[in-house]
């Protein structure tokens, strides 16, 4: 059997190795120059295989900042320049927002329902 993978984080990494050590023949194919370049790049190292917590939050945001001048902080974010990490963490803020507002429409949906339920 020949199976490529598109993408060479973690998952896809993981993936091509056993699917190997089953003796598939693997195309892992990455868009980057190397593998794990991407959210797999020197992330926190902590294990978390059944963490669903959503990152993009303003406490996060709060976090990242007091992150700059705190010593011990838990995250840290380089300030040095570079239009692709602070692309990034716009996006980052920008999801958020978007996840307000389609929680507050999910809500008001979720109340009309009720209303005409109790009708
Ligand atoms: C700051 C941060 C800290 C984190 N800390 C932890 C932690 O402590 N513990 C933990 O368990 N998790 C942590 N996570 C989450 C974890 O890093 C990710 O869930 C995991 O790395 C995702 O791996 P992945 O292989 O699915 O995606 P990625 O590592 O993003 O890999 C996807 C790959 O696909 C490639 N690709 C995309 N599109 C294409 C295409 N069209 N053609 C070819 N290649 C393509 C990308 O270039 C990339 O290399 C953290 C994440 C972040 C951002």
Do not use: C
């Amino acid at each position: 059997m020949h199976i490529g993978i598109i993408g060479a984080g973690i998952t896809g990494v993981t993936t091509a190795y056993f699917l190997s050590k089953k003796g598939v023949d693997i195309d892992l194919i990455e868009s980057r120059r190397y593998p794990g370049m991407a959210t797999s790049y020197a992330n926190g190292g902590q294990l978390s295989a059944s963490n669903s917590e959503a990152w993009n939050s303003w406490y996060n945001v709060y976090n990242g900042i007091k992150g700059l001048i705190t010593k011990n902080s838990s995250i840290k974010i380089n300030p040095w320049p570079s239009v692709e990490k602070y692309l990034w963490l716009l996006s980052f803020i920008k999801i958020y927002q978007l996840k307000i507002k389609l929680q507050k429409i999910f809500v008001k949906w979720l109340l009309k329902v009720l209303i005409y339920i109790m009708k």
